[in-house]
């Protein structure tokens, strides 16, 4: 991944670094310093905070921060040879796309939690809400399988639906049910159970 700041963004970056140096007690400042820095600072959101269509489109070039970087992944197979190369996730299908976010999310938390070399991650479980839900069979296993991959342990919430998908990634479930007195249910059971 690098960086790709334009003009503009190096420009937005550098005032907040200036408006932010010597707050918060940093360093000495003076009165006329510090009130200098407040009239820039107030400049600065009003211009974020303003309606004006040059300053909303302004302010979407140097927030969005998809546009200030640019990666580049490759899917190698067993042999090491390259299978694809992503520029980012255009052109791609719904189910490729998936992919590559779900790769890039568990190699980025596996990047920050390792501690020790042995490449085992520090903290190990991650809890996916409904991330798979819009998923066909094939990429929910494929996703699961990169997070199974890097060594993390999974809690997934997830539809009934999905439980043949997320089975073999899974010890068991817990069924939560809201009955019409709006009373809830809960019942646990391990896979093991399911098939004796």
Not at 30 to 48: F, K, P
Not at 58 to 73: I, K, N
Not at 138 to 150: N, P
Not at 170 to 178: M, P, T
Request: aromatic share 8%.
């Amino acid at each position: 991944m690098k960086k790709k700041h334009t003009e503009e963004v190096r420009d937005f970056l550098t005032a907040l670094l200036e408006i932010t140096q010597g707050a918060f007690g940093q360093g000495e400042e003076t009165i006329a310093q510090a009130e200098h820095r407040y009239v820039r600072m107030d400049a600065l959101l009003r211009r974020l905070g303003s309606a004006e269509t040059s300053d909303v489109s302004w302010r979407r070039r140097v927030l969005d921060t998809r546009r200030h970087v640019e990666f580049e992944a490759r899917e190698l197979d067993e042999s090491g040879a390259v299978v694809d190369v992503y520029r980012g996730a255009g052109g791609r299908s719904g189910g490729q796309r998936q992919r590559l976010v779900t790769f890039c999310l568990a190699a980025a938390l596996r990047y920050q939690l390792m501690e020790s070399a042995d490449g085992v991650p520090a903290y190990g479980s991650v809890v996916l809400d409904e991330a798979f839900g819009n998923s066909d069979m094939h990429y929910t296993r494929a996703g699961l399988e990169v997070f199974r991959s890097f060594g993390f342990q999974m809690l997934l919430a997830t539809p009934l639906k999905m439980l043949q998908t997320i089975e073999e990634y899974v010890g068991g479930a817990a069924v939560v049910a809201k009955s019409a007195d709006s009373t809830s249910h809960l019942a646990a059971v391990t896979f093991a159970e399911l098939e004796a």
